[in-house]
DNA sequence: CTGAAAGCGCTTACAG
DNA sequence: CTGAAAGCGCTTACAG
């Protein structure tokens, strides 16, 4: 009887027959956005659940001149600090009743570009993303050009003009460092996602150098490689490097999800944390407190990020906000867990580690 | 010079005037859809760049009488299982040229009903999703009903005319547990998310039960607890129902979050694992094999799943492929890893346990 | 090879 | 309170 099954064919036309009113009669009654008698709401009523109509937004967004739609562009899914933040997203979009249309660009510049095209097709009213460079951007270079309204997460851009919501890489990294430093180590070095495919890796970086610096201290060496490779992958990779790391006591890793893998590695590798090595992550992941030790990190407000970031687009497309300062920097908390402990031997600059502990 | 700022309001008629020919005309060759002299293509081309003009979806859309896009429903993005399938989604949807319209339901019954709602407003050509209980669910009659395309992701219906992707989970678990009962554990506790809204953990739970039940075991003891609660809170509760579960010498988890969480709660309550309890997750997640003791679980292909579910819906909704079993499931992996042990003492039955390793 | 016309489903002044 | 009409941007027979 009720909710007829072809009523993807069903449409406003349809409940206007059947109502006996006329089409601008039903569009008010359903968007209640204009007067109608109570028998007229009543008969429309009715009819929209005989028919089991359901407005088709795609007629809606036409006539309107506005899709409703955000296009959320995050580099991986795979990557927990950026599926918080799209759960921050969602929650605020869904409240001012958005929908989401939601890629990845696996930190591919070119995708990026391809993805912003695409969202431009669609009309999306603005753009939540995080890119791999802010600082040169094709893709946001185009979105300045046509004026669409757009937030970065987690980039960091240099020209502050460009919104972004994130926090203060440089001098989160800069703290660690100088904890690293209080607790004797002077060889540290900085494992990294490349830089060319992550800017906050790079910002992250130049505060731990910029904390050495301020010691007296050289730069750490540096040593890029992919989070997304195995265990010993990455057992190979640093076990190869640790001469030219100059053998490190301590290293601080771009993200949690690698410093959980590096720990990993190490381990394959005969070495142990914090007994032989120390090792910092950076975001706070949940998991990185439920491990044992407990990783140090930077802890990072992801799911906050993403819901200020939607707020602040929703702010500029409504334009009911004046410009502000665009780059806004969320609080962050270092965590100094258990992954982190004195330079092994007590002196800051001895050579000697124990080894081969398993 | 080129690419105007307003290309918002650049339509295929602006075009049609600065090519000097018809709408059609420009329509056919934007689209390659019908004959075109090469002089035409030409001008047409080189207005479309001039006027930075990019075709309104919208309109096209609503012509064509399909938005192409596909809704995609998950729990949640914060369990990386659901991140990992919707990567695998996205990857497809994008191979074929289709958007995606992401939600999630939060595991909110309520919620994934409106989400269907919104979804079939939108005119999506298909929905991916994993709900609550996929053998009673208004949303899944609401799509049967309407007869739009979809296909289930983790859930394992009853009801085996419902399309999904999925493995066994009845017959890991029960693997799992025949492996536990191998080193003489008897008392084995099930840890699960809420039965009502998640019916992947009860089917894990009934083949833990029935392979206890094959070998003359009791039935596992059942904790229901969020695994999304703080370790703290796992801990108490963990603490508080020792007795009510019979002081189990292995918990068996509905997934490999919970049961990291869980060990770190042991942990907190003087239990190590594997020596005093052994644990094992479900899933795979990449972190679970950078634990130390690595994590036991069943592996699951969650990327795979993701990309068998897209190619699925879109045959579905091409209509090239006959009606085949509904139910596929996929290949999976039992992991036992460093946190299952022998039960403490050796004899199954024992209840000696060390405590207070810390 | 090209163009005029209809129409996808909706909203919104405008007139009554 | 109600309806006729125009039009959002596009595609697709149809005619030439």
Redesign the interface.
């Known amino acids: 009887m009720v909710?007829d099954?072809r009523?993807?064919r069903t449409s406003i036309r349809q409940v206007a027959e059947r109502a006996g009113c006329s089409l601008s009669t039903v569009s008010r009654v359903i968007n209640r956005s204009g007067p109608a008698s109570a028998t007229t709401i009543a008969r429309v009523e009715a009819a929209v659940i005989e028919l089991?109509f359901?407005?088709?937004?795609?007629?809606q967004?036409?006539r309107r001149q506005s899709?409703r739609a955000i296009g959320?562009v995050v580099p991986?899914?795979?990557n927990?600090v950026f599926?918080?933040s799209?759960?921050g997203m969602?929650t605020v979009a869904?409240e001012a009743g958005r929908?989401?249309?939601?890629?990845?660009t696996g930190y591919d510049r070119a995708r990026e570009l391809e993805i912003i095209?695409?969202l431009?097709?669609?009309?999306v009213d603005g753009i939540a993303l995080t890119v791999a460079d802010a600082s040169q951007s094709a893709a946001l270079d185009q979105l300045d050009?046509?004026?669409m309204p757009y937030v970065l997460l987690y980039n960091q851009p240099r020209l502050r003009r460009r919104p972004a919501v994130t926090v203060d890489n440089f001098a989160a990294t800069a703290e660690l460092t100088r904890y690293l430093i209080g607790l004797g180590h002077t060889r540290i070095a900085y494992l990294g996602g490349r830089f060319g495919t992550t800017d906050r890796s790079r910002m992250r970086f130049e505060g731990c150098v910029a904390a050495l610096e301020a010691a007296g201290l050289a730069a750490p060496r540096l040593l890029e490689l992919d989070y997304l490779d195995s265990?010993e992958q990455h057992a190979t990779v640093i076990g190869q490097s640790m001469p030219r790391l100059g053998e490190p006591t301590a290293f601080l890793c771009s993200n949690d999800?690698l410093a959980?893998?590096v720990?990993?590695a190490l381990?394959v590798l005969g070495l142990s944390v914090p007994d032989d090595i120390s090792v910092a992550g950076f975001d706070g992941i949940a998991?990185g407190?439920?491990?044992?030790p407990g990783l140090a990190t930077i802890d990072t407000p992801t799911l906050a990020m993403g819901e200020r970031a939607m707020q602040r687009l929703l702010e500029q497309i409504s334009g009911s906000v004046p410009a502000r300062n665009a780059v806004e920097l969320l609080r962050y908390e270092f965590r100094p867990g258990g992954t982190l402990a004195p330079v092994p031997g007590g002196n800051a600059g001895g050579r000697e580690r124990r080894r081969r502990k398993s």
Do not use: H, K, W, Y
């Open positions: 909710a099954d009523n993807e089991g359901r407005p088709n937004s795609l007629g967004s036409l899709s959320v991986s899914f795979t927990p599926a918080a799209v759960a969602e869904r929908p989401l249309l939601l890629s990845s095209e695409t431009l097709c669609q009309r050009q046509v004026g265990i999800l959980i893998s720990i990993a381990r998991i407190q439920m491990l044992s």
